[in-house]
């Protein structure tokens, strides 16, 4: 079983600033990660697949790089819309299985 | 643009089954696999399990005992059924469409969710 670790678990910023969000995986899974935002009383959202492609519609300020472990969601300049809670997320082949990671909250300093 | 309504009884009892339906409009059924996924309050998301279009299901190891992922493809529409409810199943519940292949699937399109709450 893969297990997604997301760090920190809060991320306390002003608008603006740059927010980098990490995610771990305990085992390597190439490229294939995708990032996800979550608002208060909506559904996530897709924003990035396959570790570094925007999903359609997503501005250029959300970025993602990464492979094999290690991942990174970048938030170029923090925008009021952007405070919310973000996830990543893998599937395995086998055991077929989706994962999320437990999350990272960005909240307004 | 594929849009997913779900729809299902918000109000449970415990010992009892959990319902859920989602429609999918406006896209493909075919190709895809079709997800549930849940939120319970103050935590983060759990993958509950997929079905494909031809009927082909996965879940979640910790839930698979009293989960049942259901499709009618000529309705376009995908079920879930949770039996034996406890007051640990409350939580928000979304359906999302599962795009790409094997490790690459990722959820580009959810429903507007259906909070659940089991109480006595």
């Known amino acids: 079983e893969i297990v997604l670790t997301q760090s920190p678990a809060t991320l306390s910023l002003s608008p603006g600033e740059r927010a980098t969000l990490s995610c771990r995986a305990s085992l390597s899974i190439g490229n294939y990660l995708a990032w996800y935002q979550q608002k208060p009383g909506q559904a996530p959202r897709l924003l990035i697949y396959?570790?570094?492609n925007r999903a359609t519609g997503v501005p250029a300020r959300f970025s993602g790089t990464g492979s094999g472990t290690d991942f990174t969601l970048t938030i170029g300049s923090l925008e009021p819309e952007d405070f919310a809670v973000y996830y990543c997320q893998q599937r395995t082949n086998w055991p077929p299985r989706l994962t999320f990671g437990g999350g990272t909250k960005v909240e307004i300093k | 643009q594929v849009q997913l309504q779900q729809w299902g009884a918000g109000l449970l009892k415990p010992s009892g089954t959990l319902s859920l339906v989602c429609a999918v409009h406006g896209g493909s059924f075919r190709d895809y696999f079709w997800n549930w996924i849940r939120r319970p309050p103050g935590k983060g998301l759990e993958w509950i399990g997929e079905?494909?279009?031809?009927?082909?299901?996965n879940y979640n190891p910790s839930l698979k005992s009293r989960v049942t992922i259901s499709v009618d493809t000529s309705k376009s529409q995908f079920s879930l059924k949770l039996n034996s409810v406890t007051a640990a199943d409350t939580a928000v519940y979304y359906c999302?469409?599962?795009?790409?292949?094997?490790?690459?699937?990722?959820?580009?399109?959810w429903g507007q969710g259906t909070l659940v709450t089991v109480s006595s």
């Open positions: 396959d570790a570094s």
């Open positions: 999302a469409r599962g795009v790409g292949r094997l490790a690459t699937i990722h959820l580009d399109d």
């Open positions: 079905i494909s279009h031809g009927g082909s299901t």
